[in-house]
């Protein structure tokens, strides 16, 4: 029988995942606050998936949709430019 010292070492053990949004006091996922949506895409300008997240389902899908709401209100490019330093 395990011990909870021996479950407390376990690398496989889930460990208690929250949703950022759900808090008290958290931001409102908003289409204008560039800044926050920013956070919640990848480098190529996909939107990152909340398994990585750990946004909730009600949320990621809300937050996916301001998304891309300001992308179609120009605020936010759909791809995100890499420049690229030539010599």
């Given at each position: 029988?395990?011990?909870?010292?021996?479950?407390?070492?376990?690398?496989?053990?889930?460990?208690?995942?929250?949703?950022?949004?759900?808090?008290?006091?958290?931001?409102?996922?908003?289409?204008?606050?560039?800044?926050?949506?920013?956070r919640y895409?990848?480098?190529?300008?996909?939107?990152?998936?909340?398994?990585?997240?750990?946004v909730s389902?009600?949320?990621?899908?809300?937050?996916?949709?301001?998304?891309?709401?300001?992308?179609?209100?120009?605020?936010?490019?759909?791809?995100?430019?890499?420049?690229?330093?030539?010599?």
């Amino acid at each position: 029988m395990k011990t909870r010292e021996d479950r407390k070492n376990n690398p496989f053990e889930e460990k208690k995942k929250f949703c950022p949004f759900s808090q008290p006091n958290s931001p409102n996922i908003s289409y204008k606050d560039i800044r926050l949506l920013s956070r919640y895409i990848s480098e190529k300008g996909k939107i990152t998936p909340s398994r990585i997240t750990n946004v909730s389902n009600k949320k990621q899908k809300e937050l996916s949709r301001e998304i891309k709401r300001a992308r179609f209100l120009a605020l936010m490019s759909y791809t995100q430019k890499i420049r690229e330093i030539v010599k």
